[in-house]
């Protein structure tokens, strides 16, 4: 596990590295901040920033982490969606990953009620690619907008170009600032003005900072310089008089046996005097088994990041129907304080009998409004005729049916395996759970590397015996294992966490010593707004 922390941790510096060397001292003697820099001193002090999707466009052919950095961080006490171009990458344009990445972060903002902090400097859309990022890239308009309506706030800090496009982010902006003398704004620079016109006009005229704070109104406040306009910013944030949906431990009393009394009725977790792990969540590391097939015990996971015994606690890991449908453990548990419901595959294969408790216990959940943590280890649920007739089809069927129309918050951690329909009933991205991470040992995909190139080849065998019948070649194994073996590799490589994560699956591929860490994080962020569950599912197949 260490030897892909390694790995992790150089495809993240590729991130950070931006457009090179030569690109960053170039910008730094231009005397600009890169946009981790501008975060740093955005965010308060000492708190975290939780970068998301860092590996966007592992794979292809542009940069990785797609010249925009997004993620959840602390201003001014407000937990914040920020995004900030990369301009040492081709100027901060905007390619077609830089605008699933975007597209992403604004889903996480929405979802969790986020205001929205846009770092710009961008030369606008990356021209080659232009038809596959036109058409789609209207919706970055249509969110910011939305958000604004929706009485979340939007402030953009401009430092540099924000061109074509990209000048709609400080138009849609409830709050825009320019920094005096970089800040350039216009919808066609002086070229093509001249172009389409033939006027002739320079960029402070045309597009200055001075001149929308000044002439068209554009700018709401000129900034002297980049830590002048991360200044306003941050007291932008501080005068929004913004309140969290489920207010925190200072503003409501804590009832008895750690609750705090929220909506009539209802009682949600109390954040106060929760206790370290029972176990070093260092041992992580030593957990996961090289070889995916082999079983491990996920209660060993949850009692490395779930809040150890505490007298609020009590118990650390309330184990729900511990004796039925023994490869998926359910269960209650605090972290950070906050009540969570787990799902977390023991044995890898998903039987009826899994598939039926889990469809209760995520009913259980919507019933007291507690959000849901998957752990992700399983080979998908159990084929054969047994099982067939036994009604694995309808059981499967009655878990994704839960998991689908649940309305409490779902987090999702892939610790190894997430392959077939598992990966549906445990919550894989496709039910868009509000936050979704992998570890370096995680694979997805339809089925592992060797039964699909087995499954091939049996197709491909029983289509040749037939053709043999009548008078065809006979089946070439060499071919064959060609074949299986291109397949195995291909489909080995497409599994991968860079890949997934690269394709934006994820959220990000994280260590797993952090995991307590992220899922406190993401489980703050899910209490901006209010949540319910729900008795509304589908007709179960009985």
């Known amino acids: 596990m260490l030897a892909r922390i390694a790995d992790l941790d150089a495809e993240h510096a590729k991130a950070v590295a931006g457009g090179g060397a030569t690109y960053v001292d170039r910008h730094h003697a231009r005397g600009r901040l890169l946009p981790r820099e501008r975060i740093e001193l955005l965010v308060d002090a000492g708190s975290a920033f939780l970068e998301l999707s860092p590996l966007a466009g592992w794979g292809s052919d542009f940069a990785v982490g797609a010249s925009l950095v997004t993620g959840i961080g602390v ?28 597209f992403r972060a604004a889903q996480i903002a929405a979802e969790n009620g986020l205001p929205t902090i846009s770092l710009v400097e961008s030369g606008g859309a990356d021209l080659p690619t232009q038809k596959e990022i036109f058409i789609p890239g209207g919706k970055v308009f249509r969110d910011l907008t939305r958000s604004s309506a929706a009485n979340v706030p939007t402030i953009a800090l401009v430092f540099g170009s924000s061109t074509a496009g990209g000048a709609y982010v400080p138009g849609m902006s409830d709050y825009t600032v320019m920094v005096k003398e970089q800040a350039k704004v216009f919808l066609g620079g002086p070229p093509l003005v001249r172009m389409a016109t033939g006027e002739e006009s320079d960029d402070e005229s045309l597009g200055g900072a001075e001149m929308h704070a000044r002439t068209s109104g554009l700018a709401d406040y000129l900034a002297t310089d980049e830590a002048d306009a991360i200044r306003i910013g941050r007291r ?3 005068r929004l ?38 176990a070093d969540p260092d041992e992580l590391l030593d957990l996961i088994p090289t ?3 082999e079983p491990f015990d996920p209660r060993e996971v949850i009692a490395r990041i779930c809040d150890g015994v505490s007298p609020t606690n009590g118990v650390a890991f309330d184990e729900f129907k511990p004796l039925y449908g023994a490869s998926l453990v359910t269960g209650w548990a605090r972290l950070h304080g906050r009540q969570i419901g787990i799902l977390a595959n023991a044995q890898g294969v ?43 089809i309808k059981h499967g069927a009655q878990m994704i049916n839960a998991v689908s129309n649940s309305r409490v918050p779902h987090l999702s951690v892939i610790m190894g395996a997430s392959y077939g329909a598992g990966n549906y009933g445990m919550n894989g991205r496709a039910f868009d759970p509000r936050f979704l991470f992998t570890w370096p040992s995680a694979k997805s995909a339809v089925m592992g590397p060797a039964q699909l190139a087995g499954v091939l080849s049996l197709v491909a065998r029983a289509a040749a015996e037939a053709k043999q019948l009548r008078g065809g070649p006979a089946y070439d194994e060499e071919a064959d294992a060609g074949m299986r073996a291109f397949i195995e590799q291909s489909v080995e490589e497409q599994s991968l966490p860079f890949f997934l994560s690269g394709m934006l699956y994820d959220d990000g591929v994280i260590d797993p010593r952090d995991t307590r860490t992220v899922l406190g994080i993401c489980l703050s962020v899910i209490d901006t707004v209010p949540y319910a569950g ?9």
């Open 236 to 238: 932008i944030v501080a």
């Open 241 to 278: 008089n913004w309140r969290k949906a489920v207010p925190g431990v200072a503003e409501v009393p804590v009832g008895p046996a750690g609750f705090e009394a929220q909506a009539p009725g209802r009682l949600r977790t109390s954040t106060s005097g929760y206790a370290e792990p029972d």
């Open 291 to 293: 070889d995916l097939r």
């Open 534 to 542: 729900t008795d509304r599912f589908g007709v179960f197949r009985m």
């Open 75 to 102: 201003v001014e006490g407000v937990e914040c969606m920020i995004t900030a171009n990369d301009p040492t990458v081709k100027g901060g344009a905007s390619n077609p990953w830089t605008v699933k990445k975007g």
């Open 350 to 392: 998903l039987f009826s009998e899994e598939a039926q408790k889990a469809t209760q216990f995520i009913q259980l959940a919507n019933q007291v409004d507690v959000p849901l943590l998957f752990l992700h280890n399983t080979t998908g649920f159990m084929v054969g005729k047994e099982y067939e007739q036994g009604g694995i």
